[in-house]
T-cell receptor, first 108, second 114 residues
Framework: LAKTTQPISMDSYEGQEVNITCSHN???????ITWYQQFPSQGPRFIIQ???TKVTNEVASLFIPADRKSSTLSLPRVSLSDTAVYYC?????????FGKGTRLHILP | EPEVTQTPSHQVTQMGQEVILRCVPI?????FYWYRQILGQKVEFLVS????????KSEIFDDQFSVERPDGSNFTLKIRSTKLEDSAMYFC????????????FGSGTRLTVV
């Protein structure tokens, strides 16, 4: 799996849009970009996956520039319940290797 | 929404004892995994399992560990002769295909070795 770099932590306020950027300079042609979310004392949960441009689902949007060397997870109008660790994963292998993720803390 | 079920949610065991952590993957999934997360640290891959055999394991998954799918529905992780450093959350996951997309994780078993 390609190495990824993302901020260790972020703070935001309820109602704001939060953007978490992940760098993956060594992404391979066939690699997908996948984001997982982990709440305290729970297992990780798949949020969104994309290959290029933009993907949107009911939870988040994923923006991927043309060079695919980075990606941005966008969470619209966050609430306190969005406080979690967010993991950016790049690859297409048959196992997930988690990094340290971004610890997002939503403030009231 | 289909779930991966893990039991027990919390287990306390004495050092040197054997423990079995149980998981019921999603019924039509074919790929199964165990991960662990030591308190405050990242989620670590232990082992992947497909077609009734281990397909890959990490350096953490030494002879102390074993996995089994005894009856077609359960997927177990056995830890022999537990050590203090085995204390962690253990997560089971399953997926329908060999891809990072579509992993479903259970809520975990918190193992405390005393």
């Amino acid at each position: 799996l390609a190495k990824t770099t993302q901020p260790i932590s972020m703070d935001s306020y309820e109602g704001q849009e939060v953007n978490i950027t992940c760098s993956h300079n060594n992404i391979a042609t066939n690699d997908y970009i996948t984001w997982y979310q982990q709440f305290p004392s729970q297992g990780p949960r798949f949020i969104i996956q994309g290959y290029k441009t933009k993907v949107t689902n009911e939870v988040a949007s994923l923006f991927i520039p043309a060079d695919r060397k980075s990606s941005t997870l966008s969470l619209p109008r966050v609430s306190l319940s969005d406080t979690a660790v967010y993991y950016c994963l790049v690859g297409r292998d048959d196992k997930i290797i988690f990094g340290k993720g971004t610890r997002l803390h939503i403030l009231p | 929404e289909p779930e991966v079920t893990q039991t027990p949610s919390h287990q306390v065991t004495q050092m040197g004892q054997e423990v079995i952590l149980r998981c019921v993957p999603i019924s039509n999934h074919l790929y199964f995994y165990w991960y662990r997360q030591i308190l405050g640290q990242k989620v670590e891959f232990l082992v992947s399992f497909y077609n009734n055999e281990i397909s890959e394991k990490s350096e953490i998954f030494d002879d102390q560990f074993s996995v089994e799918r005894p009856d077609g529905s359960n997927f177990t992780l056995k830890i022999r002769s537990t050590k203090l450093e085995d204390s962690a959350m253990y997560f089971c996951a399953s997926s329908g295909g060999p891809s990072v997309y579509g992993y479903t994780f259970g809520s975990g078993t918190r193992l405390t070795v005393v």
